[in-house]
């Protein structure tokens, strides 16, 4: 196959694949997925093993620095947690209009030149002098991340086969496990021996390079068919999506999975800084090794999925996600450490599970689907993100424990009645 790199605008076949004669007008051209043997199904785990790594590296980086930040621009953990918030804001809100535009121009395209410019807006952020700068480059981040966030998914859908897919998106999403895992681990390290700013610019330089690896690696669509921006189409297609009785459940469950996760780790950092724990913020960062086990857990559900279904391994990985939280509660920084491992895997698995439940059950602009679960997913992650500094102002850390365990509560109900079929 041709080298996907000598075109960024190509969403044609590689030369020198084999392709199909031309079908009569009445034939339905047969459609050759990426299957596990195959070698194509390296270069597009390693693609998206590193661009799954990038975004979530370049999204949850400044989790373990929020107190810096509190500190260095004298603002509130509430106002300090904007500088995620902001972005998985936009991120949310870009992906409305990402994923559309990837079904009409094509995915591959989208999603280079959107980490390309997520990185360079993260090194613009390491410049900036006061918080009004910080957050506007963080919106900016966001919302150029909404680029690969909604198409990625899609492009597995549509280019390894189905049985498959699931795995792949195990793959995919343990590379955001390792990435948010690395950022976090890099800033928490660097910002106590340097400074914040020096580790927000290796950062911005890694994405960089992970951007002219990923554009040089995947190979270009073959199943991709453009469709039309139209208002009306989109809408079209946006009426689809909600008649499917279970797709927007899986919207909500987004939603609740992204806010439990990232409401834990915006602020179980200032627990640790504080009495009687008194950590260092490298101390702080290398928590983000728990992020390893969802790598593990992302991978093996899709083996699971395939042995037990979807729903059962949904409802069991937000209970993990549950059990996690509370243990939490604990005085014990052995039982703190392991309820945040618990909820970890458990997250890691439930996303990997309910974002290839989308792809099934999207009936067509897969692409506009996977944007809408995201913006959902997102979403969360802003506002529970956010309101979890207002539980955190006003009853400490069990306040945001009990706030994450109420909105998981949810989570389990719709996983049940998923499995049920009750929205079949």
């Known amino acids: 196959m041709e080298h996907s790199s000598n075109s960024l ?137 909404s680029g690969v966030a909604a198409v990625a998914m899609t492009y597995l859908s549509e280019e390894i086969h189905p049985s498959y897919v699931a795995l792949s998106m195990g793959l995919y999403i343990s590379g955001n496990s390792i990435g948010g895992m690395s950022g976090r681990l890099m800033t928490g390290v660097i910002s106590d021996y340097y400074s914040w700013r020096v580790a927000v610019v290796l950062l911005g330089a890694l994405a960089l390079i992970a951007a002219i690896g990923f554009w040089r690696l995947l190979p270009p669509s073959q199943h991709f068919r453009a469709s039309s921006l139209k208002p009306k189409n989109l809408w079209v297609n946006l009426h689809l999506h909600f008649r499917d009785r279970g797709l927007p459940w899986l919207f909500v469950e987004g939603f609740v999975l992204m806010g439990g996760f990232v409401t834990m780790y915006n602020y179980i950092g200032y627990r640790l800084l504080d009495a009687p724990y008194y950590f260092s913020q490298s101390t702080v960062g290398l928590l983000s090794v728990i992020y390893l086990t969802g790598t593990y857990s992302a991978t093996k559900t899709g083996s699971l999925t395939q042995k037990y279904g979807l729903g059962s391994v949904l409802i069991s990985a937000i209970c993990m996600m549950l059990v996690g939280i509370l243990l939490t509660l604990h005085p014990n920084i052995w039982v703190i450490l392991s309820g945040m491992t618990v909820l970890t895997a458990g997250f890691f698995a439930a996303h990997s599970v309910a974002s290839s439940w989308v792809g099934r059950r999207a009936k067509r602009a897969r692409g506009q689907a996977s944007s809408m679960y995201l913006f959902s997913y997102y979403a969360g992650s802003s506002i529970a993100g956010t309101l979890g500094g207002v539980f955190w102002t006003y009853f400490g850390w069990n306040g945001v424990a009990l706030f994450i365990a109420g909105i998981l509560l949810i989570g389990i109900i719709i996983a049940y009645r998923l499995k049920l079929g009750c929205y079949d």
Not at 10 to 19: L, R
Not at 41 to 48: A, G, K, M, N, P
Not at 49 to 64: D, E, H, K, N, S
Not at 86 to 99: F, K
């Open 9 to 145: 605008t190509s969403e044609q076949p590689a030369k020198g694949k084999k392709t199909d004669a031309p079908a009569p007008a009445h034939t339905e051209p047969k459609k050759h997925y990426i299957q596990r043997d195959d070698a194509l199904y390296l270069r597009v785990t390693l693609s998206f093993f590193t661009v799954g790594f990038a975004t979530f590296a370049l999204l949850y980086f400044v989790q373990p620095i929020l107190p810096m930040l509190s500190e260095d621009f004298n603002v509130s953990p509430a106002t300090a947690s904007l500088s995620l918030s902001l972005s998985t804001g936009l991120m949310a809100l870009g992906l409305l209009i990402t994923g559309p535009i990837s079904d009409a121009i094509g995915r591959k395209n989208v999603m280079v030149i959107a980490l390309m410019c997520a990185a360079l807006f993260t090194l613009l952020s390491s410049v900036m002098q006061s918080w009004n700068g910080i957050l506007i480059a963080r919106a900016l981040v966001g919302l150029s991340l």
